[in-house]
């Protein structure tokens, strides 16, 4: 008796694995029209203005996921960040979330302020720090037009700096984008 529960239970296990083979062979086809479960575009090149602005570059793979380089100034900084991004539909034709994270490599500088009889503030490089490094995490929304090749974002992208030696810094850096996707 308990072999042949043994058989039934393992003649569905089977037929469950070869069902879900089966169907993700289907999705990961390269040749089929929803090979790529983001519809809107595979790569884009932009910009993000906020606390970390640059040229940002994107490209959203076969898994829904993306891979996000910004080449960014901040006001402290010269930075390169890389981001590993999770693609969430909304419901919403063209409406994506995504959340993610990654580093970033800079350099970091050191600023005075100086304000004069008048009020003003001047800001001057006092020396450089050197080199920085950080740990990055990203959440936002994306909006990519339907029938033209421009996608807007707006994220927030919360981080740690340590500069060795010198300071640890954290920021949420929010941000806004615009790409042109392809």
């Not at 042949?4 to 083979?21: D, M, P």
């Not at 390169?80 to 979330?97: A, C, I, M, R």
């Not at 994270?101 to 800001?123: F, I, P």
């Not at 001057?124 to 490094?133: K, L, M, Q, V």
């Amino acid at each position: 008796m308990k072999t042949n529960i043994f058989k039934k239970v393992l003649a569905i296990g089977l037929l469950s694995l070869g069902l879900s083979t089966t169907i993700s062979a289907q999705q990961n086809d390269p040749v089929s029209k929803n090979a790529y479960p983001n519809p809107y575009y595979r790569n884009a090149i932009g910009l993000r203005a906020g606390q970390t602005s640059g040229l940002t570059y994107k490209h959203i793979t076969l898994n829904n996921n993306a891979v996000e380089i910004i080449a960014g100034v901040s006001p402290f900084a010269f930075s390169l960040t890389g981001l590993y991004e999770k693609y969430v539909p909304s419901g919403v034709n063209g409406l994506q979330f995504y959340f993610g994270g990654g580093g970033h490599l800079a350099n970091s500088y050191s600023y005075a302020r100086y304000r004069d009889e008048y009020g003003r503030n001047y800001y001057y490089r006092t020396y450089s720090n050197g080199p920085a490094f950080g740990i990055d995490g990203i959440a936002g929304i994306e909006y990519k037009i339907r029938r033209a090749p421009f996608a807007f974002s707006f994220d927030l992208k919360p981080n740690v700096e340590f500069v060795p030696g010198y300071a640890t810094y954290g920021s949420i850096d929010p941000g806004l984008g615009i790409k042109v996707a392809f």
